[in-house]
């Protein structure tokens, strides 16, 4: 049992894809009997060849874990939190009981080390686990088994524990770290940081395997009123069951979700088809309709408050959804257009409009 030492491994593999009892039936076969039902067991082991990062943040009380791997749903075995308590990240032939097993220890008072201690020693195999775990009380611990595949190994410091197996080397992990200081004391939530460090540990290499299936997640606990709808107070639960670029996609989800400025365009829309919509709303008697005729002013093609406004009210009285529903304010969509033309044909106007839109949308190049 290693804890908390940074290092690479050395293991003799044996091809899964052969029946393992075959492999072991040369020789003894009582002397080799409960070594082959034990590897035959393994065959049906699940086994995470990943890098992970679990950490707190002392200020607010979150914990979290965010972990990526080639094969697929990592974050369904790997990352476990608990909200005011820590978190715990489990992987190589992955145990996914250390997860509970080890916050209950953390909840009761345990420091993480004889946590994990405690739990390694009664594992006949844990010279093939890797386990990282962290507490807001109680420090951390690490352990990358001897017969992990390499490069394996993990580092740690001030709120994290960072570990990898099957990795292109120790330079994944030192990127990891590298990120997560980096963003110390920066006011920024939990989970964009996690996210941060695991892309920087892709961008070094990752996993070292390619040509599979790929899978990213994170989690984090806030134990903070008002900060989940959740009875066990997970905050933030992005499960990328399988991407061409999982890691990347984690981050995509994250910004939008969180409305993370930068994660689109903002402009206000302006052009000939605004335009368009302010005649055939002021058509209908839905924009100024105190004017007789509409001109084109300085605003013409921006798409103004008072245009939202008359698009919102042709939406209501259409039975359209609307901003009371939670609808966009001023959403035009093909559906809204199709009505107005259709309110168009209705009142005998369409011919005239398309008349004028003829005219705005001619192509002259």
Same mark, same amino acid.
């Given at each position: 049992?290693?804890?908390?030492?940074?290092?690479?491994?050395?293991?003799?593999?044996?091809?899964?894809?052969?029946?393992?009892?075959?492999?072991?039936?040369?020789?003894?076969?009582?002397?080799?009997?409960?070594?082959?039902?034990?590897?035959?067991?393994?065959?049906?082991?699940?086994?995470?060849?990943?890098?992970?990062?679990?950490?707190?943040?002392?200020?607010?009380?979150?914990?979290?874990?965010?972990?990526?791997?080639?094969?697929?749903?990592?974050?369904?075995?790997?990352?476990?939190?608990?909200?005011?308590?820590?978190?715990?990240?489990?992987?190589?032939?992955?145990?996914?009981?250390? $997860?509970? *097993?080890? &916050?209950?220890?953390?909840? #009761?008072?345990?420091? +993480? =080390?004889?946590?994990?201690?405690?739990? %390694? @020693?009664?594992?006949?195999?844990?010279?093939?686990?890797?386990?990282?775990?962290?507490?807001?009380?109680?420090?951390?611990?690490?352990?990358?088994?001897?017969?992990?595949?390499?490069?394996?190994?993990?580092?740690?410091?001030?709120?994290?524990?960072?570990?990898?197996?099957?990795?292109? $080397?120790? *330079?994944? &992990?030192?990127?990891?770290? #590298?990120?997560?200081? +980096? =963003?110390?004391?920066?006011?920024?939530? %939990? @989970?964009?940081?996690?996210?941060?460090?695991?892309?920087?540990?892709?961008?070094?290499?990752?996993?070292?395997?390619?040509g599979r299936i790929q899978s990213a997640t994170v989690i984090v606990a806030d134990p903070r009123?008002?900060?989940?709808?959740?009875?066990?107070?997970?905050?933030?639960?992005?499960?990328?069951?399988?991407?061409?670029?999982?890691?990347?996609?984690?981050?995509?989800?994250?910004?939008?979700?969180?409305?993370?400025?930068?994660?689109?365009?903002?402009?206000?829309?302006?052009?000939?088809?605004?335009?368009?919509?302010?005649?055939?709303?002021?058509?209908?008697?839905?924009?100024?309709?105190?004017?007789?005729?509409?001109?084109?002013?300085?605003?013409?093609?921006?798409?103004?408050?008072?245009?939202?406004?008359?698009?919102?009210?042709?939406?209501?009285?259409?039975?359209?959804?609307?901003?009371?529903?939670?609808?966009?304010?001023?959403?035009?969509?093909?559906?809204?257009?199709?009505?107005?033309?259709?309110?168009?044909?209705?009142?005998?106007?369409?011919?005239?409009?398309?008349?004028?839109?003829?005219?705005?949308?001619?192509?002259?190049?």
């Amino acid at each position: 049992m290693r804890i908390g030492a940074l290092h690479g491994t050395r293991v003799l593999r044996v091809a899964r894809s052969a029946p393992v009892w075959l492999v072991w039936a040369v020789g003894a076969q009582w002397a080799a009997g409960a070594a082959a039902q034990e590897r035959a067991q393994d065959a049906d082991a699940l086994v995470l060849h990943t890098f992970s990062i679990a950490a707190i943040d002392a200020s607010t009380g979150e914990s979290g874990v965010a972990v990526t791997t080639r094969n697929p749903c990592v974050g369904n075995a790997a990352s476990w939190v608990r909200a005011g308590v820590g978190a715990v990240a489990t992987q190589a032939m992955a145990r996914t009981e250390y $997860g509970p *097993e080890l &916050l209950d220890l953390l909840e #009761r008072g345990t420091q +993480a =080390t004889d946590a994990l201690r405690q739990r %390694l @020693a009664a594992d006949s195999m844990a010279e093939r686990r890797q386990v990282g775990v962290i507490g807001l009380e109680g420090g951390s611990a690490q352990h990358t088994g001897k017969e992990t595949s390499p490069w394996s190994g993990h580092r740690s410091g001030l709120h994290y524990v960072t570990q990898g197996n099957l990795l292109v $080397g120790a *330079e994944v &992990l030192e990127a990891v770290s #590298r990120s997560f200081e +980096a =963003t110390a004391g920066r006011q920024r939530p %939990l @989970a964009d940081r996690l996210i941060e460090a695991l892309a920087a540990g892709q961008a070094k290499g990752g996993d070292a395997r390619k040509g599979r299936i790929q899978s990213a997640t994170v989690i984090v606990a806030d134990p903070r009123p008002g900060r989940t709808q959740r009875h066990d107070r997970i905050s933030v639960h992005i499960n990328v069951c399988e991407h061409p670029d999982p890691v990347a996609e984690l981050r995509r989800i994250y910004n939008r979700v969180s409305e993370t400025l930068g994660y689109r365009t903002l402009e206000q829309f302006a052009g000939r088809d605004v335009w368009q919509l302010k005649i055939m709303l002021h058509a209908l008697g839905y924009f100024r309709p105190g004017n007789g005729e509409l001109t084109a002013d300085t605003d013409a093609f921006l798409y103004t408050a008072e245009t939202v406004a008359a698009v919102d009210r042709f939406r209501r009285d259409q039975g359209l959804s609307t901003p009371d529903i939670g609808s966009p304010p001023g959403l035009v969509d093909e559906e809204i257009v199709q009505q107005l033309w259709e309110e168009l044909e209705a009142a005998g106007k369409a011919n005239a409009i398309r008349g004028q839109v003829r005219e705005i949308t001619a192509v002259r190049r």
